[in-house]
């Protein structure tokens, strides 16, 4: 029986499919409890491979921390054209049509904030990364102050914030399973509206 060899992707996909693997790996898991080596099974390569790529597991996490935030990022700029087109404020903390709804990111910062005690360039790492995630959002918030949709008495860093720890609301009851369900993070969501539109 002939072996069937795997197609050699470019450095650049690769390097993807690597990233792609380990999110699932430490979406799933834990930063300590997960291992290079599952990352290689789960990525379909050889360790050194990820080796070649990634430094070491911490540059692979970090990586994936990036790459969780380039997601959330697009799905929120989604939202907030579905907005301007639609003209109207819907909030992004709805239960089915929140980006927190795959909780993966604040999974990651719960995991990178376990690791910050015994990792500086972690620790550097993540809180650069939250303030960048809370002014991305905040700006978002005085764009919608701007057009209207959000009353000018609201305070966007606050509101910003607040969202931040809804993601981590959604990370809790991920992790812990139970702790809120979706009648409850609906109910959550229509009160943030409410609050935003100030209706």
Not at 155 to 181: H, I, K
């Amino acid at each position: 029986m002939t072996e069937v060899k795997q197609a050699r992707l470019p450095a650049v996909e690769r390097r993807a499919a690597i990233v792609t693997a380990a999110l699932e790996v430490f979406g799933s898991g834990s930063y300590s409890g997960s291992t290079t080596a599952e990352i290689a099974r789960a990525a379909c390569v050889s360790e050194p491979i990820i080796y070649r790529h990634f430094p070491s597991k911490r540059d692979l996490w970090l990586a994936c921390l990036d790459e969780a935030w380039l997601q959330l990022r697009v799905a929120l700029e989604l939202k907030v054209a579905a907005l301007n087109d639609t003209g109207g404020l819907s909030d992004v903390d709805v239960a089915e049509q929140s980006p927190w709804a795959n909780p993966l990111l604040p999974n990651l910062w719960l995991q990178g904030v376990t690791e910050a005690a015994e990792d500086e360039e972690i620790q550097a790492h993540v809180r650069a990364h939250v303030r960048e995630v809370h002014d991305f959002v905040a700006g978002l918030m005085r764009e919608h102050q701007a057009a209207g949709a959000i009353p000018a008495d609201r305070d966007p860093d606050a509101e910003a914030w607040l969202f931040l720890a809804n993601g981590l609301l959604r990370s809790f009851a991920d992790r812990l399973g139970g702790v809120l369900g979706a009648s409850e993070f609906a109910a959550i969501g229509r009160e943030r509206r409410r609050w935003l539109s100030g209706a």
